[in-house]
């Protein structure tokens, strides 16, 4: 079974409610971080974001096998139809602790 990279990105008023339904869900844990998220569409930016060129996003990513990731995204898309995250997978080549 192959391991891969589940990355979701947010806007910050909605991270919270994503990362306490994620505590949840029984993984055995992901990583969250602020970034800034760029786009050419102009009607998802509030005025203020579209003057700075940019828009807040908080980051949550995990590594989970890609059958339990598919599962993930299936759940998220129904817990959170009208939220507004983008997500990507990407497959692991490696991963562990460097002990």
Do not use: C
Request: aromatic share 10%.
């Amino acid at each position: 079974m192959s391991e891969v990279l589940l990355t979701l990105s947010t806007r910050p008023a909605q991270a919270d409610a994503i990362t306490d339904w994620l505590l949840e869900e029984n993984l055995p844990g992901f990583t969250s971080w602020q970034a800034w998220g760029h786009s050419n569409r102009n009607e998802q930016l509030t005025l203020a974001e579209q003057i700075q060129g940019k828009q807040k996003r908080t980051m949550i990513g995990m590594h989970l096998p890609e059958e339990q990731a598919e599962e993930m995204l299936t759940k998220l898309r129904e817990q959170f139809a009208h939220y507004d995250v983008h997500y990507w997978l990407q497959p692991l080549m490696d991963f562990g602790h460097l002990q």
